[in-house]
Every structure is written in structure tokens, then in C-alpha cells.
């Protein structure tokens, strides 16, 4: 039986306020939880993008792990996960809860369900990029000020790295941190807020956040919807079954494989905002520009360093991601994404 939650109104092409506030409480688990479970690899990759170039930190993801561990023990390992949870909590709610509603309102605007159904491929995959991004622009605001403090908290060195990396002429004010900052969050907070001339706190790194996070989930949107498109296409074209006649637990498994997918791309085509928010977290280019960054980066390291370690992490938190959001809607009655 279909829930009324999902009749949309003729005039307006919206369905009832529930069942986008359902679909964003689906949103904060898949992303909040996820991003949490893999903050390990985000420690690793984090601490590689900002300090291998120098010398001062492995560059690969196990040397990183292992390095990390040994200096700070699991302390190291999870540092930063309260800030991830909340922040990419916050994020999925409006990201996937909007991203609803401006499919939603895109629809109406195209000439309805019953139009869309029938229209190109292309024309489809505008509507699944212009609603993710329209909602990412949103989300992206709410995660900033959470991604800035994990990010600080997690390019914070023990105090004998850096002079033990480096001659102790070459270790200045510039490179060594000037100060540390709380793993309590929100103390973190404030103390980011109280060095907000050096750290640009709350929204410093909002706008490659943007660069980094909307083409990212533009892809993964895109990518996902398509992909399962194209599986069940080819599955009922194979066999005459169609996305109906499989159990929960079958879609649900196809869903985290296109999500899977979707994320490997995602983390190749977003890898050098990635790499430019981590270095911006050190205190020696607090007062650099993206470009000079960048430039300072090169395009190699601007667009490998940490590659592999992001996509095993986005890769696998993409595909969760759509797995728990789908398995919340299945949950309350709306089927599976």
C-alpha cells in the first residue's frame, strides 16, 4: 500500500512536510554515522595531505595509520569523530532531506511526474544534478563551521613530530602550530572562534567546501540514480524482473553497489578541493590563498596525494550512505532509494 506521505499535491508538485522532515532524519543517520565509522581513514588522510610534502608524515594510508597510532594510540586513531558525527550529520539532513524536495519542485517546474518519466536520459540526470546541488549549497553551510574544528583537531601533531621531522632551523612558528587545539568540541569551537583571525572560523573554508562537496554530490546523485537505472534495466531485460519483484534485502544490496560506484568517482573528481581544505588547516598557510596553495601544491600532489586512501573511504561511505538512507525509507514506507 502506498503511503500518503508520498502523494504529491497537484498544485504545487510538494508532498507533505513529513515526509521530507522523514527523509532528512534518514539523511543524518546515513551521513553522521558513516563518516564517524571511517574518521580513522580521515586521520590518516588528512595528516598525509598536509605534512607528507615536507617530509613530516608518511604519505600512504597504512604508514599514516600505523604512525598515528603509535604516537597517540587510539586516542589518535578516532580524533575528530564528534565534530565528523554532528557536522556530517547536519549535512546529510539537508542534503538529502532538500535534495527531496528540489526534486520535487524541479519536476513540477518540467511539467510533472508523468513527464519526466518519459523524458531523455539527460534531461533526467539535469534534474538529479540540479536538485543534489541545489541542496549541497544548504548542507555545505551547516557542515562548514564542524569541518574546520575536525579538521584543525586532526592535523594537530604531538608536540615532538614536527622538530624531530625537521632541523631545528627549519622548524619556525610558521610550521609548528602556535597552538593546540581542545578534542572537545565544543570548546574547540571556541577556541577556533577566539583565533578566528588566523583560522578564518566559522565559514573560512566555505566556499572550497562548495568546490569540494557540490560536484561531489552532484556525482554521487547522479551517479547513484543512473547506475541503478542502467542495473535494473539490464536485470529486466536479462531475466523480465523488475525492481518490484526483488525482496528488500536484494535492492538494498544493488543500492549500496551503485552507491559504491558512484563514490569512486566522486572521489576522483573532488580529490584537489579535498587536498586544498586539508592544507589550509596548518598554521604556515592560514594566510595563503587557494591559488598560491595550489600552486604551491602542484598539480601531481594537487590531484594524487591521498587518492587511494579517498576513494577506499568515500567509496565505502557512499555506498552506506545510500544503504541505511534506503533502508530508512523502506522503513517508513516509502521503498527503497
Known sequence: MKSPLLIKDETTGF?????????????????????????????????????????????????????????????????????????????????????????????????????????????????????????????????????????????????????????????????????????NMITAMREMQAHSAETKFPYGSLVPLWGRQVPYTMIKFVGFYQTQEMVYDQIHRSTGRKKSDFGQGTQLGITFACGYWAGIFCAIATQPMDNLVSMKGIPENANKGWGQMAAEMGIRDLFLKGLTSRIIMIGTLTGLQWWIYGTSKSLMGFGTS
Open 15 to 183: 508532498r507533505p512536510l513529513e515526509y521530507y522532515a522523514k527523509c532528512m532524519v534518514g539523511g543524518f543517520a546515513a551521513c553522521g554515522v558513516t563518516h564517524a565509522t571511517v574518521v580513522t581513514l580521515d586521520v590518516a588522510k588528512v595528516r598525509s595531505q598536509a605534512y607528507s610534502k615536507a617530509g613530516h608524515w608518511p604519505s600512504g594510508l597504512l604508514a599514516s595509520i600505523s604512525k598515528t597510532r603509535q604516537l597517540e594510540g587510539m586516542a589518535g586513531l578516532t580524533k575528530g569523530w564528534v565534530p565528523t558525527f554532528w557536522g556530517y550529520g547536519a549535512q546529510g539532513l539537508l542534503k538529502f532531506g532538500l535534495n527531496e524536495a528540489f526534486k520535487d519542485y524541479y519536476t513540477k517546474l518540467l511539467g510533472g511526474d508523468d513527464v519526466v518519466n518519459q523524458a531523455s536520459t539527460v534531461t533526467k540526470m539535469a534534474i538529479w544534478a540540479a536538485a543534489s546541488g541545489s541542496a549541497e549549497i544548504f548542507a555545505d553551510v551547516a557542515l562548514c563551521p564542524f569541518e574546520m574544528v575536525k579538521v584543525k583537531m586532526q592535523v594537530d601533531l604531538p608536540d615532538s613530530v614536527l622538530p624531530a621531522a625537521a632541523s631545528p632551523s627549519k622548524v619556525t612558528t610558521s610550521v609548528q602550530p602556535t597552538w593546540k587545539i581542545s578534542t
